[in-house]
């Protein structure tokens, strides 16, 4: 994401806190050198609130909230909440109603599941 800031702006912020830069670009590098993650992680947080599953299929729902969750800093109950929220209402309330809520995602391969005998 580009800042895009008004170079009359920066010259009399520059002016009124007394802080010597040689340019607007010195001042803009050293911003994004100070708040760049935080930048990144807030927008990743803002996209995940704002993805939902909508009219696709779930699979593609997970994908793209897999892909928007990485560098959101969002892990566990939070990550998990984030994602109810963007599935459709109709599945929200049937995992809701289930009588055996799903307790662990995760692949048929693992140790922690054992098949039935």
């Not at 911003?31 to 990743?44: L, V």
């Amino acid at each position: 994401m580009d800042i895009v800031i008004c170079p009359r702006w920066i010259s009399r912020y520059l002016e009124a806190v007394e802080v010597e830069y040689e340019s607007a670009g010195e001042f803009l590098a050293e911003i994004k050198r100070e708040f760049g993650k935080g930048d990144k992680e807030s927008t990743k947080v803002a996209e995940l609130k704002r993805i939902g599953q909508e009219g696709r299929i779930i699979e593609e729902f997970v994908q793209d909230f897999k892909r928007v969750a990485r560098g959101s800093g969002y892990k566990g109950r939070l990550l998990i909440e984030e994602f109810k929220q963007g599935i459709n209402r109709a599945i929200r309330r049937k995992l809701m109603e289930a009588e055996n809520q799903p307790g662990v995602i995760c692949k048929p391969t693992c140790p922690e599941i054992t098949s039935p005998q």
